[in-house]
Antibody, heavy 120, light 110 residues
Framework: QVQLVESGGGVVQRGRSLRLSCAASGFTFRSYGMNWVRQAPGKGLEWVAVISFDGSTEYYADSVKGRFTISRDNSKNTVYLQMNSLRPEDTAVYYC?????????????WGQGTMVTVSS | QSALTQPASVSGSPGQSITISCTGSSSDVGGYNSVSWYQQHPGKAPKLMIYDVSNRPSGVSNRFSGSKSGNTASLTISGLQAEDEADYYCNSYTSSSTYVFGTGTKVTVL
């Protein structure tokens, strides 16, 4: 079945780095753009980044621009989020999300999320 | 990239209808028909309820409907049921080729 599984979360000190992975299965991964969305404890959803189907284009939320990098490996059906210079306000559950159709703007497949805690 | 504005909470009795608003600008909600709505129960991943302003994915109850007027989108839940109690978020594509979520609305079934 169509599935996204995130990994790589954990506890990290302020200023350090962490790389999240999202493994996809059950669909033609190389045809879809992929997104990362996060949710701080008790707070709302925040869109983080998107990468095009072929990895040629990336866009970021202002809050992470210059610190986070989204990338993908279509041979491994995996999308990544490299997070550098982490701040306490980056503490959140991080979800990867797939659009409903390859060029669509609505996210219909979500992973279970991976928790990132940045300690000060 | 300011979050879209939603009411913090909306409540209704079983069987009633409620509407959640989502206000943005001409750079997001008003400029594109790429508004979607998500339902999130505690501890769970969000679930897509409406896409492209007013379309329902397969499997989503027809009690959920969406619309848009100018810079404000709306989600209506008719025939409110206990299982509809959850947090709801709108989302829009933006003129910067990014996406922005709403502030979220907690729906309570009285």
């Amino acid at each position: 079945q169509v599935q996204l599984v995130e990994s790589g979360g954990g506890v990290v000190q302020r200023g350090r780095s962490l790389r999240l992975s999202c493994a996809a299965s059950g669909f033609t991964f190389r045809s879809y753009g992929m997104n990362w969305v996060r949710q701080a404890p008790g707070k709302g959803l925040e869109w983080v980044a998107v990468i095009s189907f072929d990895g040629s284009t990336e866009y970021y939320a202002d809050s992470v621009k210059g610190r986070f990098t989204i990338s993908r490996d279509n041979s491994k059906n995996t999308v990544y989020l490299q997070m550098n210079s982490l701040r306490p306000e980056d503490t959140a559950v991080y979800y990867c999300a797939r659009p409903r159709v390859p060029l669509g703007d609505a996210f219909d497949i979500w992973g279970q999320g991976t928790m990132v805690t940045v300690s000060s | 990239q300011s979050a879209l504005t939603q009411p913090a909470s909306v409540s209704g009795s079983p069987g009633q209808s409620i509407t959640i608003s989502c206000t943005g600008s001409s750079s997001d909600v008003g400029g594109y028909n790429s508004v979607s709505w998500y339902q999130q129960h505690p501890g769970k991943a969000p679930k897509l309820m409406i896409y492209d302003v007013s379309n329902r994915p397969s499997g989503v109850s027809n009690r959920f409907s969406g619309s848009k007027s100018g810079n404000t989108a709306s989600l209506t839940i008719s025939g409110l049921q206990a299982e509809d109690e959850a947090d709801y978020y709108c989302n829009s594509y933006t003129s910067s080729s990014t996406y922005v979520f709403g502030t979220g609305t907690k729906v309570t079934v009285l």
